[in-house]
C-alpha cells in the first residue's frame, strides 16, 4: 500500500528565510509526487509535481521540491518564504500500479511571521 | 477559481439523517473524485467516477454511495449520519481517468456538521 508522511504538523519561518516542508513516501512500484497547497476556506490547489526525470522540481509561485529516491523523499523547498505563503501544504504520491488513486499526507501547517 | 463547484458550502443536519452533496467538475473534465478531511483522519479518498462509471474506490462507508450522472455532475449521499462523519468534504476532477500525470482540481468543500 501507498503511504505519505508529513513529520511535521507546523513549521514557523520569517519572511526572507528559506523554508522547507518535509514529506517522505513509500509505494510498491515507482512513485508519481504532488505538492498541493490549502489556503483558508478553499480547496487544494496544486503546486508542483515529480514524474520522472530531473530530482529538482520547479513550481508555481516560486516552490521547488527536490526527489530524492534513497531517502524516499519529496521535500518542499522556497528559497525566501513569504507572508502570504502561509497555508497548509499537503505531499501527495500516486502509485504507478494504482494509477488513479493519489493518496495524501496529513499536511503541515506553514506559517511564515514578519 | 479552480472550476470546480460544490453545494452547499455548509451542511448542519442531525445523526441518523440523510444528506446530498453536489460537485460540478470543471468543463470538459471527465472525472470526479470526492475526499473526506477531517482533523484526525486526514484528507482520505472516498471514491472516483470517470465519464458515468466508478473507476476506483477507497476508504468509502457502506453508508455513503456515489453517483456521476450524464451530465458529468456528481452527488455524493450520505445517510444514517453518526458525529463522526462532521468533516470537510471535497470534489476534485481532471480531464482523464486519473492518469499518473494528471492534476486535481478541487472546490472549496462541503463543511459537514451532524449535531
Known amino acids: 500500500a501507498q503511504s505519505v508522511a508529513q513529520p511535521e504538523d507546523q513549521v514557523n519561518v520569517a519572511e526572507g528565510n528559506p523554508l522547507t516542508v518535509k514529506c517522505t513516501y513509500s509505494?510498491?512500484?515507482?512513485?508519481?509526487l504532488f505538492w498541493y497547497v490549502q489556503y483558508p476556506n478553499r480547496g487544494l490547489q496544486f503546486l508542483l509535481k515529480?514524474?520522472?526525470?530531473?530530482?529538482l522540481v520547479k513550481g508555481s509561485y516560486g516552490f521547488e521540491a527536490e526527489f530524492n529516491k534513497s531517502q524516499t523523499s519529496f521535500h518542499l523547498k522556497k528559497p525566501s518564504a513569504l507572508v502570504s505563503d502561509s497555508a497548509l501544504y499537503f505531499c501527495?504520491?500516486?502509485?504507478?500500479?494504482?494509477?488513479?488513486?493519489?493518496?495524501f499526507g496529513t499536511g503541515t501547517r506553514l506559517q511564515v511571521t514578519l | 477559481d479552480s472550476g470546480v463547484t460544490q453545494t452547499p458550502k455548509h451542511l448542519i443536519t442531525a445523526t441518523g439523517q440523510r444528506v446530498t452533496l453536489r460537485c460540478s467538475p470543471r468543463?470538459?473534465?471527465?472525472?470526479v473524485y470526492w475526499y473526506q478531511q477531517s482533523l484526525d483522519q486526514g484528507l482520505q479518498f472516498l471514491i472516483q467516477?470517470?465519464?458515468?462509471?466508478?473507476?476506483a474506490k477507497g476508504n468509502i462507508l457502506e453508508r455513503f454511495s456515489a453517483q456521476q450522472f450524464p451530465d458529468l455532475h456528481s452527488e455524493l449521499n450520505l445517510s444514517s449520519l453518526e458525529l463522526g462523519d462532521s468533516a470537510l468534504y471535497f470534489c476534485?476532477?481532471?480531464?482523464?481517468?486519473?492518469?499518473?500525470?494528471?492534476?486535481?482540481?478541487f472546490g472549496s468543500g462541503t463543511q459537514l456538521s451532524v449535531l
Open positions: 515529480y514524474i520522472t526525470g530531473d530530482n
Open positions: 509505494v510498491s512500484g515507482n512513485p508519481y
Open positions: 468543463s470538459g473534465d471527465l472525472s
Open positions: 467516477y470517470y465519464n458515468g462509471e466508478e473507476r
Open positions: 476534485a476532477s481532471s480531464v482523464g481517468g486519473g492518469g499518473t500525470n494528471e492534476k486535481l482540481f
Open positions: 501527495a504520491v500516486r502509485d504507478t500500479g494504482t494509477a488513479s488513486k493519489l493518496t
